[in-house]
């Protein structure tokens, strides 16, 4: 019941934030300068999750206008030791996606390290939302489809207290989808 209320509850604050930037962001079709032929006429969220055996990672989100495209706001949780790692010192993020001739990219990444010290993986706010990249669309970002984003997956890497290196690629899935056309 509480996944069934959050998840509604997320589609509801993705489509406010999808209709309020259709409102703050309105475009004169004279003044649009994207081609016609390229153009992606609908605004497409999805919102993926994704679960590992160390790491879990909820409510990443991929967000497709007519011009360009976001991704992020997902939040990471540890589902270890908390003790094995409040030492730690490197941590890093990395969103990978399959572009259409199938071979995974990296769209966004994030790496956090301290040389005098521990950077509190668990009380980490970039854990709780990973922050967010929006930009023009990229070469061939136009030929993606639903698909591509259900390819993505999340790789962590950090350090336990005595400094080994551990790495892990959480696959996502599609939980919710909303399209306006």
Same mark, same amino acid.
């Given at each position: 019941?509480?996944?069934?209320?959050?998840?509604?509850?997320?589609?509801?604050?993705?489509?406010?934030?999808?209709?309020?930037?259709?409102?703050?962001?309105?475009?004169?079709?004279?003044?649009?300068?994207?081609?016609?032929?390229?153009?992606?006429?609908?605004?497409?969220?999805?919102?993926?999750?994704?679960?590992?055996?160390?790491?879990?990672?909820?409510?990443?989100?991929?967000?497709?206008?007519?011009?360009?495209?976001?991704?992020?706001?997902?939040?990471?949780?540890?589902?270890?030791?908390?003790?094995?790692?409040?030492?730690?010192?490197?941590?890093?993020?990395?969103?990978?996606?399959?572009?259409?001739?199938?071979?995974?990219?990296?769209?966004?990444?994030?790496?956090?390290?301290?040389?005098?010290?521990?950077? &509190?993986? %668990?009380?980490?706010?970039?854990?709780? +939302?990973? =922050?967010?990249?929006? /930009? !023009?669309?990229? *070469?061939?970002?136009?030929?993606?489809?639903?698909?591509?984003?259900?390819? &993505?997956? %999340?790789?962590?890497?950090?350090?336990? +207290?005595? =400094?080994?290196?551990? /790495? !892990?690629?959480? *696959?996502?899935?599609?939980?919710?989808?909303?399209?306006?056309?």
């Amino acid at each position: 019941m509480r996944k069934t209320f959050v998840g509604l509850l997320s589609v509801i604050i993705a489509s406010n934030v999808i209709w309020g930037w259709l409102y703050f962001n309105k475009v004169d079709d004279q003044t649009n300068h994207v081609s016609s032929n390229t153009a992606n006429k609908a605004v497409r969220v999805y919102e993926l999750n994704g679960t590992g055996n160390m790491w879990d990672v909820s409510n990443y989100k991929i967000i497709v206008t007519p011009n360009q495209i976001q991704r992020g706001h997902a939040s990471i949780t540890f589902k270890g030791d908390p003790r094995s790692i409040t030492d730690s010192n490197y941590y890093k993020l990395d969103v990978h996606e399959k572009d259409p001739d199938g071979n995974y990219g990296k769209v966004i990444s994030h790496v956090a390290t301290s040389h005098d010290g521990s950077i &509190t993986i %668990l009380n980490n706010d970039n854990l709780k +939302n990973i =922050g967010y990249v929006t /930009s !023009e669309y990229a *070469y061939d970002e136009l030929k993606k489809d639903r698909q591509n984003y259900a390819s &993505t997956f %999340l790789r962590v890497t950090w350090n336990d +207290n005595d =400094g080994k290196l551990h /790495s !892990e690629d959480i *696959y996502l899935t599609i939980e919710n989808e909303i399209i306006l056309e």
